[in-house]
C-alpha cells in the first residue's frame, strides 16, 4: 500500500464517528510499520480518546520507528484529554503524515511544529480536500461560532414537494429517506417552521437499525403557534425541543416549559425571527449543525439571510404538475443575474432517487 491508501483507510475510519463526536472533528489514524498496519483507531464519541491514542492502544507490536497516517493535526493542549503530541512523541514514533491542519486556534499549526521539534518527521497536505471536507462542519463552527447548516428538500422532477391537495408523503423512495435519517444522526440539530408542525405533525427524530442519536429539533415559530398536542411538545421530555420565538406571551411560555420544551427569545425579523441572530444563540448552545427541513417559506428566509451553507436536493422521477408548492418560495428574484448559485459537489443514487449535494455560493 502507498501513502494515499493508508489516509484513505484513516477517512474511513474517521467517519465512523459522524454524529457521535459533535462538536469535536472527525478524525481518524492508522499507525504502518514495515509496510504493515499495526494499529488503528478513530475519534468514538465526543470526551473519549482521539484517534491518535486510541490507534496507539491498538497497536500489535510496538509503533518505536513507525508511521503514523491522521486526517487532521494532531492536538496539542489539554482538553477533555490529554495532547495528542505527547503520546506520539512517547511512543517512538518517527514520522507523521497530516491530512490537514487544524482550524482550532489552540492548534493551528503547533502540533505539527510540536512534533518536528522532537525530531519527527512531519508531512502535511496529503489528501488535503478530502479530509477537509470531512470536517466542514468543524471548521465552520469553530472559525464562526455559529452552525453548519444543510438544507434538504425532496422534489419531483418539475420542483413540486407535495400534490395540489398538498400530499406530500412520500415523493421519494425508503432508500432516500435513510439517507435522510443519516444526516439527522450526523448533524447535531434539525429545524422547522411551525407551519411544518401544524400540518405534517413530525416527529423530528431519527429512525435507523443502526446506533443512533436524536437531533435537537429548533422550531421557528414567531407567534408561539405550536400545538401542544404535537408529537414534538409531547416527546419534549424525551428528546430536546428548542421553541424559537418573538412572543412575549409568558403564559403560553410557561406551558411549553411545563412540556419540557426550551422557549428561547428571539427578535423578529421582516420574515419571520431573525435567523442570524438564531444562529448566534445556537452556537453558543454548542450545536454545531443543523438540518433544515423547512417549508418553502422558511427556506427562502434561511437562503435569504445567509445562513445555508449546503442545500441536498432529493429528486424523484415523478411529475406532479398544477400550481402546487415548491422547495423555495418567498418573493422570488427578478433578474437572472441575481440567483443563488450552487456549486454541486456530489451526486448520488439512492433507489430510483437522485440526490445532488451543493454548496451554496452567496
Not at 507523521?96 to 522532537?118: F, H, Q, S, Y
Not at 422547522?192 to 443502526?210: F, N, Y
Not at 435567523?275 to 445556537?282: A, I, K, S
Request: charged share 25%; aromatic share 4%.
Amino acid at each position: 500500500m502507498e501513502d494515499k491508501e493508508y489516509m484513505q483507510r484513516a477517512i474511513m475510519l474517521a467517519k465512523l464517528g459522524a454524529g457521535f463526536v459533535n462538536p469535536n472533528p472527525m478524525v481518524g489514524a492508522v499507525i504502518v510499520k514495515n509496510g504493515k498496519i499495526i494499529g488503528e483507531g478513530y475519534h468514538r464519541k465526543y470526551g473519549d480518546l482521539h484517534a491518535e491514542r486510541n490507534a496507539l492502544r491498538d497497536c500489535s507490536e510496538s509503533p518505536e520507528g513507525a508511521t503514523m497516517y491522521v486526517t487532521l493535526e494532531p492536538c496539542c493542549h489539554y482538553g477533555k484529554t490529554p495532547p495528542c503530541t505527547e503520546a506520539i512523541i512517547e511512543s517512538g514514533i518517527t514520522r507523521v503524515v497530516i491530512g490537514t491542519l487544524d482550524v482550532n486556534p489552540v492548534v493551528a499549526g503547533k502540533g505539527a511544529r510540536i512534533l518536528m521539534e522532537n525530531g519527527i518527521k512531519v508531512e502535511v497536505g496529503l489528501l488535503e480536500k478530502e479530509c477537509k471536507k470531512l470536517n466542514r462542519v468543524f471548521n465552520k463552527y469553530m472559525s464562526s461560532k455559529r452552525p453548519y447548516v444543510v438544507m434538504k428538500y425532496a422534489m419531483t422532477a418539475d420542483g413540486k414537494i407535495a400534490t395540489v391537495t398538498g400530499e406530500s408523503k412520500w415523493i421519494t423512495g425508503d432508500e432516500a429517506r435513510t439517507n435522510v435519517h443519516r444526516l439527522r444522526k450526523n448533524l447535531s440539530g434539525i429545524m422547522v417552521g411551525v407551519s411544518t408542525v401544524i400540518m405534517d405533525d413530525p416527529g423530528l427524530d431519527c429512525r435507523l437499525d443502526e446506533p443512533a442519536k436524536n437531533p435537537v429539533r429548533i422550531i421557528c415559530d414567531s407567534h408561539l403557534r405550536t400545538p401542544l398536542t404535537s408529537k414534538v411538545v409531547k416527546t419534549a421530555d424525551e428528546i430536546e425541543t428548542i421553541i424559537a420565538t418573538s412572543s412575549d406571551d409568558k403564559k403560553k411560555v410557561a406551558e411549553f416549559k411545563k412540556k419540557g420544551c426550551r422557549v428561547i427569545n428571539i427578535p423578529q425579523a421582516e420574515n419571520g425571527i431573525d435567523l442570524n441572530v438564531l444562529m448566534e444563540r445556537l452556537g453558543e448552545m454548542g450545536i454545531d449543525s443543523v438540518l433544515l427541513e423547512g417549508g418553502g417559506t422558511l427556506n427562502y428566509s434561511a437562503l435569504e439571510s445567509k445562513i445555508v451553507d449546503e442545500i441536498h436536493v432529493h429528486m424523484a422521477p415523478k411529475i406532479f404538475g398544477g400550481s402546487s408548492k415548491s422547495p423555495v418560495e418567498g418573493l422570488g428574484i427578478e433578474n437572472i443575474n441575481d440567483a443563488i448559485r450552487l456549486n454541486p459537489i456530489e451526486t448520488v443514487w439512492a433507489g430510483e432517487d437522485l440526490i445532488i449535494e451543493n454548496e451554496v455560493i452567496y
